[in-house]
């Protein structure tokens, strides 16, 4: 093994353990450490691997002096990453224990609209659904799910000028008289407002944040804005939705004034994407959130990993907000 394999060893070490402060700063908002802050499981397991592998060519190797030291530093590096995990939690969620609003999030994209139907028809009976909000999926596709579900007798209003769509049964709807916001960003996703915001009948952020990649940065800082202007201008809001964003892009577990419901409940690392992975390889991008008065220990948020997601590459959430 050269001395330019060591120093290239050591060099990559030392990068990788910067990179973990980088959510603690503003880097997490940069193009290209916005795509790498995201992954810490992944990097925890493939730097640990690493590391592990070096410590045995050290010690039954002839480069002992030299690997040992490296793998060490590796095996530090990779527990700054599973700590991290750790802490924000990595177990998912319990079912809520207590009745409320109940909220089905799903980005279904490409899935097709009866086998989202199929999917989920189940669910909304069963858990008294009232409110379904379908990121991405398409507003053709949103309308045909929301036709389906007319059809298995779940009457509901359908709200999506673009690519999200929020469907409300129509009780609820009628009920907290709910209307379409304006001044929306492209793509960005959708809010509608009930004539009186409470408890029972929340302000509904429904969120497709654009990803993190090369070019977007921007666009992805005025859509996080948006959310944030919403959780400080309103009261009772429920932002929910495909944000794209683990808890290392965001500032704590906060958007503005609303909190994160996970990690209120010890699970905002727990897997949402992607289902090919397994959970405890995928990340948490699909997130619900809630302003004051609203608590996130009022509320719960569950993974529903046992619906068959149709090919969907994210696990439906469940939200449930108590305190009507």
């Not at 730097?47 to 030291?69: T, Y």
């Not at 409470?198 to 070019?215: E, F, K, M, N, R």
């Not at 699909?286 to 990993?305: F, K, N």
Request: aromatic content about 6%; hydrophobic content about 45%; proline content about 7%.
């Amino acid at each position: 093994m050269s001395s330019w394999t060591i120093r290239g060893a050591w060099l990559t070490v030392t990068l990788i353990g910067l990179l973990w402060l980088a959510p603690m700063t503003r880097l997490r908002q940069w193009e290209v450490f916005a795509i790498l802050v995201a992954p810490d499981k992944v990097i925890a397991l493939s730097v640990g691997v690493a590391a592990l592998l070096a410590l045995g060519c050290g010690i039954f190797g002839r480069r002992r002096r030299v690997l040992i030291p490296v793998a060490i530093a590796g095996l530090l590096v990779s527990s700054l990453y599973g700590g991290r995990v750790l802490v924000q939690g990595v177990i998912d969620p319990p079912p809520p224990t207590q009745g409320g609003l109940t909220v089905l999030s799903w980005n279904a994209q490409d899935t097709s609209p009866a086998d989202i139907v199929s999917a989920i028809a189940s669910v909304v009976r069963d858990r008294d659904v009232e409110v379904i909000i379908l990121p991405e999926t398409g507003s053709l596709a949103g309308r045909r799910v929301s036709d389906g579900l007319r059809e298995l007798g779940w009457s509901n209003e359908y709200f999506g000028p673009e690519a999200t769509g929020v469907l409300i049964r129509s009780d609820v709807a009628e009920t907290g008289g709910y209307g379409l916001v304006p001044g929306n960003p492209p793509w960005a996703g959708l809010t509608v407002a009930p004539a009186t915001a409470s408890a029972g009948t929340p302000v509904i952020l429904a969120a497709h944040i654009t990803q993190p990649s090369l070019g977007n940065v921007d666009v992805r800082g005025k859509q996080l804005r948006w959310v944030r202007r919403a959780c400080r201008d309103n009261e009772f809001v429920l932002a929910v939705g495909d944000f794209n964003a683990t808890l290392n892009h965001l500032p704590g577990d906060r958007l503005g004034a609303c909190a994160d419901v996970a990690v209120a409940h010890g699970a905002g690392a727990a897997s949402t994407w992607p289902t090919w992975l397994p959970p405890w390889l995928g990340i948490s991008i699909d997130r619900a959130l809630v302003g004051p008065p609203l608590h996130p220990g009022q509320a719960t948020v569950e993974i529903l990993r046992s619906v068959d997601t149709a090919g969907a590459d994210h696990w439906p959430i469940l939200v449930t907000l108590s305190g009507r």
